[in-house]
């Protein structure tokens, strides 16, 4: 998930998952695999870098089975 800004500065989180595409046209339209667009205050270069980010980070997080709190008998 990745958090972005409408253009009345209204923040929401967005399902990185499914953006199929992002332009620049001139402002940042990221068109969702459902055919929905949104229109952002980032620019396109900064939703690609948080997506960028949220795609390397689903895999950087220790599965639970991992963590040292838990209790294995």
């Known amino acids: 998930m ?3 800004t409408r253009l009345n ?3 929401f989180i967005l399902n ?6 992002v332009e620049r046209c001139p402002d ?5 695999t459902n055919g929905d667009t949104l229109m ?4 396109l270069d900064e939703v690609v870098r948080r997506t960028v980010t949220y ?3 689903k ?4 599965k639970a089975e991992y963590l040292p709190y ?3 008998e």
């Open 16 to 21: 990185a998952e499914l953006i199929r595409y």
């Open 70 to 72: 838990q209790n294995k």
């Open 2 to 4: 990745i958090r972005l």
């Open 59 to 62: 895999y950087l997080l220790p």
């Open 40 to 43: 952002v205050r980032e620019t």
């Open 28 to 32: 940042t339209l990221i068109t969702l």
């Open 55 to 57: 795609h390397q980070a």
């Open 9 to 11: 500065q209204s923040e």
